[in-house]
T-cell receptor, first 113, second 115 residues
């Protein structure tokens, strides 16, 4: 059962544009929502994360918007750059002793010149 | 210095063989993980160890056996390899179990190809 649904599967954005990736979850007990960025041949790396007690988290050009009632969260990349071209994963977990991240299916972002 | 290192980076082997992947972290973290990334890039947790104790064991064939000799190392041994085991295996670590203040740090993966 896919507990975190991510869309779109792939995304092409022009340089300077806004990239938007959406995720939806089912488990209302989730209390930690990170986004990971993965470049080819590398492991995923934490990009930005949010807790459900805030509706937005911004770090530089990257913003997470969180809608608890809709059980949705999204990543916005402002002023997208070719160096942002990577696969992005949303994830969620219930923090605790045996917490485990449940990942979305990933979005391959390509930023063109 | 690499924070989470895995060896080998590539592993090509035949069906039926037994192979091991090694992982070491120098971050002083207490928790280590194995994740599997399939051909569609889907990431799924396999195991988690906290201070050498197994705390998460997902529905993984018992041909896969993790071993944690100390909290800085988590190895993965796979017996009787099958074609479907072909994937990229990622080791990861975190300060404690994954949380807002304890993000996962991933290694660069081991690409296993079973022929």
């Amino acid at each position: 059962q896919q507990q975190v649904k991510q869309s779109p599967q792939s995304l092409i954005v022009q340089k300077g544009g806004i990239s938007i990736i959406n995720c939806a979850y089912e488990n209302t007990a989730f209390d930690y929502f990170p986004w990971y960025q993965q470049f080819p041949g590398k492991g995923p790396a934490l990009l930005i994360a949010i807790r459900p007690d805030v509706s937005e988290k911004k770090e530089g050009r990257f913003t997470i918007s969180f809608n608890k009632s809709a059980k949705q969260f999204s990543l916005h990349i402002m002023d997208s750059q070719p160096g942002d071209s990577a696969t992005y994963f949303c994830a969620a977990t219930v923090t605790g002793t045996a917490s485990k991240l449940t990942f979305g299916t990933g979005t391959r972002l390509q930023v063109t010149l | 210095d690499t924070a989470v290192s895995q060896t080998p980076k590539y592993l090509v082997t035949q069906m039926g063989n037994d192979k091991s992947i090694k992982c070491e972290q120098n971050l002083g973290h207490d928790t280590m993980y194995w994740y599997k990334q399939d051909s569609k890039k889907f990431l799924k947790i396999m195991f988690s160890y906290n201070n050498k104790e197994l705390i998460i064991n997902e529905t993984v064939p018992n041909r896969f056996s993790p071993k944690s000799p100390d909290k800085a190392h988590l190895n993965l041994h796979i017996n009787s390899l099958e074609l479907g085991d072909s994937a990229v295996y990622f080791c990861a670590s975190s300060q404690v179990t994954s949380s807002y203040n304890s993000p996962l740090h991933f290694g660069n993966g081991t690409r296993l190809t079973v022929t």
